[in-house]
C-alpha cells in the first residue's frame, strides 16, 4: 500500500491523475513547532526536513508500506513564508511578492519502514508582475480561504496565474509533488 503523508489538495489531485493507488493520510505535524527545532536550516534543507517528519510519522503507523512525504518552502529577499494564517496575512504576503522573483523549494521523500529511501528537491523561480491592491482584492475574494493552505497566499493553477509575469521550474513541484521524479523511483524500486 502507498500512503500520501499530507492532506493537500493539490498533491492528492496530481497523484490521482497518475492512476496510482494510494490513500492520503495528513500527518498532524505542527510545521511552525517542528522549524522552532532547526531554526538555522535553509529554506531547501528547511523543506526537505519537514517532508521526512511528515513521512516518518506515518511510517511509524504503517511500517510495511510506502509513505510519501512532501513540503514546500517559499523565500523572496531572504524572508521565509509560510501558508498565511488569514486571508488579510495572504494580502501581505502578495503584496511582498510582487513585482519579485521568489524561490519555491519543494522536497519530496518516499519512507518505508521508517527508513528514508529516496528523497529530491525541485526548486523554481516566480517571478510575479506589479499588480495593484485592488488586483489582490480580487484575486482573493475570487479563490477564498484556499489560498490558507499554500506557502505564499497563491494558487498557480486558475486564475492565479494571472498573478505571474514568469516562472521557471517544474509545473507539478510548484503545485507541491514534483510527481515525474516520485513515479520513476517508485517504477525503478518496483514499489508501485
Known sequence: ??????????RKEILTATGLIFTPIPSQLDERRALLEYPNLSPK?????LAIKK????????????????????????????????MAKASCQLKALRGKTHVLYTAVCIMKSSVLLWSTT??????????????IEEYL???G????NTVGGYHLEG?????????????F????????????????????
Open 145 to 148: 480561504e484556499d489560498v490558507l
Open 45 to 49: 534543507r528547511t523543506a526537505r526536513t
Open 159 to 171: 486564475v492565479g496565474v494571472r498573478l505571474f509575469e514568469k516562472i521557471h521550474g517544474d509545473y
Open 122 to 135: 525541485t526548486t523554481a523561480k516566480l517571478t510575479m508582475w506589479n499588480f495593484s491592491d485592488k488586483f
Open 55 to 86: 513521512a516518518t510519522i506515518i511510517s511509524t503507523e504503517y511500517p510495511d508500506d510506502v509513505i510519501i512525504g512532501a513540503d514546500q518552502t517559499l523565500c523572496c529577499s531572504d524572508e521565509v513564508f509560510h501558508k498565511p494564517q488569514s
Open 1 to 10: 500500500m502507498i500512503y500520501l503523508a499530507s492532506e493537500s489538495v493539490a
Open 141 to 143: 475574494s475570487v479563490v
Open 173 to 192: 513541484g510548484i503545485r507541491g509533488l514534483p510527481v515525474i521524479p516520485v513515479l520513476n523511483f517508485l517504477r525503478e524500486k518496483r514499489l508501485t
